[in-house]
């Protein structure tokens, strides 16, 4: 589970939106600092952007980078801090930004916030380096009574909230040397660089630290745990509040665990910070001591101001990780033996980690974070019980304060309650776990119920008292849950909205509005809900999507999450056009969003792209003069959002449109994409369609059938073995991509990425290694249950791929199609009364191409549309059945134009 999503849950009820955007009301701690609403000082100017208010004189002109003070706050101090540095910075004319309300502060410095940019609250800009010290030393002195979490980022002065640290002042991008796209500075060269900005404290290596730092830099380099009785052998976890790590004790040479705690940092939901956590944790844990299902406390210690809880070592795997091994619906067909061994070991589990919970009830201590990442299941299938820092004593009142997504209780249980709405959901997770799903709905749980009960021989009444427990209440649509944090996620089935004015299905409507391969419903459901989701009036985004909209600038414009994609979808599955829908990209690209990334997936390529594809050339060639105005040479080869995609794009509109220019470019791309990672990349090489060596291949394909160049056939072959070189065989034979603590079998970074190209590739020239791959890669996709539905990370993309594949392998026939197209609607929900589907990580719905609704669309009108529909520069091979391959499955004896009445 990705935690950076939760941040994204507050501001709306449906849909995952930036932060910033939560409505302030009165009372509910959201309301924004008195100063932020204050008149700007006469000769000043005020700017807001994000999280950000800044205001600087008029007539100041700063340099470009340098040295910035940041000041850090607590939640109780924070506006006192700020009224003192704004005076500060008023009466001396200098600039500076803050973070405008209590709440925004709080997700900063919440458990799950970026370590990079954690407890930053204001950052004061000094004209140079002189005023810079200056400035430095006053705020130290002014503020150096007042707490604040350490800025990781940044060279803390003193023990006070002011650090600093070297980077850029306005906002400049370069790529780095893994082609992403970053903040940047520039060198005594003028060449932009990444300003690097991580968790910990770095400097240019051309710039000179000031002399007034080293002591403090000393200081900091003075500070470490090599006194600790215990060696730390490895991190096992980070968070804003701390990390988790594996060690000995020096002494006994005993395995450890030591959690590590830092004050004012990894703020839970009540505002305790990570070191209170921590020492709830070290008296439950005590309180718990000689029960055998939970870790025993051995030490606690401290080191500077970072606390440690020292834990004895529970050998085992959690939960969660016994997905991968054990689950039958991984398989395509696990037999009812298989089926019944795992419901035995599953109820087996269960009982289990219920009659530890009951044996912790006992000692009057509530677990309240029970869910598959805190449950450790030992060799023997014996359990205990990690993580108690939100755990408090029976007595206690007060909500739930931390928890996973897919478990989080509703807002009135309190107690031994949440431990039982937890045990619930465990019920239906160990068989499907998809209940993070109940953040939107927790009527989902009666048809997850269903399936379950469907697939595996599990007594109903047990899932029926489960789906009870969860939705008790769940009919009254009460107000949205107040969350303060990013552990503090919108509880289950609270996401319906005030009033009724976000309620995503109505009591009584089905979850399923339409199944989806019920074409052509299905299309108009699922475009209904798209259309219904739309802010015109916004100018960030149209259709809501993935956080990744709030990533880079133009990211709701873009093919991948934003707009372009989504009305791709809507057009090439035959779904009504919408002409407002597509003024609204046309507008926002007369001047795209400065800082707007280069590729087609993020980028300016896949808008130009996909605005021809619409048929608004004019803008499409605006935006391809100014893409060729760009250099490209310092991009990753990827198709995502390197020189493979942007070349396919610049390729396509040469041939559209006859621009040589284009032509030209799509050429020098594929020369670029030839060289590889750029000189200076690190980390392990990815693989698969979006960001490893198949896109290259891709790109290599497409000029190939334009130039009949057999060298780019060759480059095509040699890219396709990278990226096979990086599978490995897993269970059934079937072929994924190696992660290293992951197999992946997805359209966007898995094996059936690969496969779309091989399929491609094979209809040029022969080759046994790549038909045996292909055929390996179809068994990756028919196992019967995937994770999320998305396009490129789930479902929808194994259903592309068997709609598309030529593939004579078994598995590839209407059968497996139509069984991918009914294991899509396990994950469907219900958006004002038609078809949608969850985005990554399920907590809140989605409508763009890469993660959500628009993907699905089209993966389902791959199969049915009339011409079947198909990705960009992948388009249906011909020689078949629309939407299926020309060659069906051994398993398979029906005739195409039988399969086809079958389907439809």
């Known amino acids: 589970m990705n935690k950076g999503y939760a941040v994204y849950c507050d501001a709306d009820p449906c849909f995952y939106d930036a932060p910033h955007r939560v409505a302030p009301r009165p009372g509910s701690g959201r309301t924004r600092y008195t100063l932020a609403a204050a008149p700007v000082p006469a000769g000043w100017q005020r700017h807001e952007s994000g999280d950000w208010l800044a205001l600087r004189p008029v007539d100041t002109d700063l340099p470009d980078q340098g040295w910035k003070i940041h000041v850090s706050a607590c939640l109780d101090n924070a506006e006192s801090v700020l009224e003192r540095v704004w005076r500060h910075c008023v009466e001396g004319g200098t600039a500076f930004k803050f973070v405008p309300s209590r709440y925004l502060l709080h997700q900063r410095n919440a458990k799950y916030a970026d370590r990079a940019g954690s407890g930053k609250f204001i950052t004061v800009y000094p004209a140079d380096e002189q005023r810079f010290e200056r400035l430095a030393g006053e705020l130290t002195e002014l503020l150096a009574a007042e707490p604040g979490p350490h800025i990781l980022s940044d060279l803390r002065l003193g023990e006070g909230p002011v ?63 090599a006194d600790l009785p215990y060696t730390i052998e490895s991190a096992l976890h980070f968070s804003n509040g701390g990390g988790v790590y594996l060690g000995r004790d020096s002494r006994s040479g005993e395995r450890v665990v030591l959690k590590e705690a830092r004050p004012h940092a990894g703020l839970a939901a009540d505002g305790a910070d990570a070191v209170t956590r921590l020492h709830r944790e070290r008296r439950a844990l005590e309180r718990l001591s000689g029960l055998g299902c939970t870790p025993e406390v051995l030490d606690h210690l401290t080191v500077g101001e970072h606390h440690f809880l020292v834990l004895e070592y529970l050998d085992g795997k959690p939960l969660n990780t016994f997905f991968a091994r054990r689950h039958p619906l991984i398989e395509a067909d696990p037999g009812e033996r298989r089926l019944a061994e795992y419901t035995d070991w599953a109820l087996d589990i269960h009982a289990r980690v219920a009659r530890a919970v009951a044996d912790v009830h006992a000692r009057g201590v509530v677990f309240n974070d029970l869910h598959l990442f805190n449950i450790m299941v ?70 997850l119920a269903d399936l379950v009960a469907e697939h595996f021989p599990v007594d109903r009444g ?95 414009l873009a093919f991948g999450h934003g707009a372009a994609g989504v009305l791709y979808a809507l057009s090439v599955s035959g779904a009504d056009r919408v002409e407002d829908e597509e003024q609204w990209l046309l507008d926002r690209t007369k001047q795209p969003p400065s800082g707007t990334p280069l590729g087609f997936h993020d980028g300016l390529a896949g808008i130009a792209w996909t605005l021809n594809h619409l048929g608004h050339r004019d803008r499409a060639l605006d935006l391809t003069e100014l893409l060729l105005d760009q250099s490209l040479d310092h991009l990753a080869p990827d198709l995502h959002s390197g020189t493979a995609g942007i070349g396919l794009a610049l390729d396509a509109l040469a041939a559209a449109t006859g621009d040589a220019a284009a032509r030209s470019a799509a050429l020098r791309c594929a020369d670029l994409t030839a060289r590889g990672p750029r000189a200076g990349s690190a980390g392990r090489p990815r693989a698969g369609l979006l960001h490893g060596a198949t896109g290259p291949a891709l790109l290599y394909l497409r000029l190939y059938e334009r130039t009949g160049d057999s060298g780019l056939l060759d480059l095509a072959r040699d890219a396709l073995r990278q990226d096979l070189a990086r599978c490995v065989r897993g269970a059934g034979g079937a072929l994924q991509v190696d992660e290293g603590w992951r197999t992946m079998p997805y359209l966007g970074a898995g094996s059936v990425g690969i496969g779309m190209v091989l399929d491609d590739y094979l209809a040029h020239r022969a080759d046994e290694e790549f038909a045996r791959a292909r055929g390996e890669i179809v068994a990756a996709a028919q196992a019967m249950f995937y994770a999320q539905p998305g396009l490129y990370r789930g479902v929808a993309g194994m259903v592309l791929y068997l709609a598309r594949t030529t593939a004579p392998a078994p598995g590839t026939g209407p059968g497996a199609v139509r069984r991918q197209l009914d294991a899509l609607s396990w994950h469907a929900m219900s958006y004002r009364g038609r078809l949608a589907f969850p985005g990554e990580q399920m907590m809140r719905l989605s409508m763009d191409l890469s993660t959500g609704t628009a993907g699905c669309l089209l993966a389902v009108a791959a199969v049915h549309g009339d011409p079947p529909a198909g990705l960009p520069f992948l388009p249906p091979l011909s020689g078949g059945t629309p939407g299926l391959g020309p060659t069906r499955g051994r398993d398979e004896t029906t005739e195409p134009v039988a399969v086809r009445e079958e389907l439809s």
């Open 378 to 447: 030992r060799d023997d299938d014996s359990v205990a019980l990690l993580d108690f820092e939100a755990a408090h004593h029976v007595d206690e009142p007060g909500r739930q304060t931390v928890a996973n997504p897919a478990f989080v209780a509703p807002a009135d249980r309190r107690g031994v309650a949440v431990d039982r709405y937890a045990l619930a959901c465990l019920r239906l997770a160990l068989f499907l776990p998809l209940t993070s799903l109940f953040a939107l709905d927790r009527h989902k749980a009666a048809h």
């Open 462 to 556: 047990w899932l029926d008292a489960a789906v009870a427990e969860i939705t008790a209440g769940a009919d009254a649509v009460p107000a949205v849950r107040e969350t303060a944090g990013a552990d503090a996620v919108p509880a289950a089935g609270e996401s319906a909205g005030a009033g009724g004015a976000a309620v995503l299905r109505r009591p009584g409507e089905p979850f399923v509005p339409v199944a989806p391969g019920d074409w052509p419903r299905s299309r108009e459901s699922m475009a209904a809900a798209i259309h219904a989701s739309a802010t015109p009036s916004r100018t960030d985004r149209l259709f809501p999507g993935d956080i990744a909209q709030f990533a880079t600038a133009g990211g709701g």
């Open 163 to 225: 650090h600093v640290r070297y980077g850029g002042f306005t906002r400049r991008d370069c790529y780095d040397a893994e082609g992403e796209l970053r903040p940047a500075v520039a060198g005594p060269d003028g060449v932009l660089v990444p300003d690097l900005r991580g968790p910990v404290f770095r400097v240019p290596e051309w710039v000179t630290v000031p002399a007034f730092l080293r002591p403090h830099l000393a200081a900091r380099s003075a500070l470490t745990v």
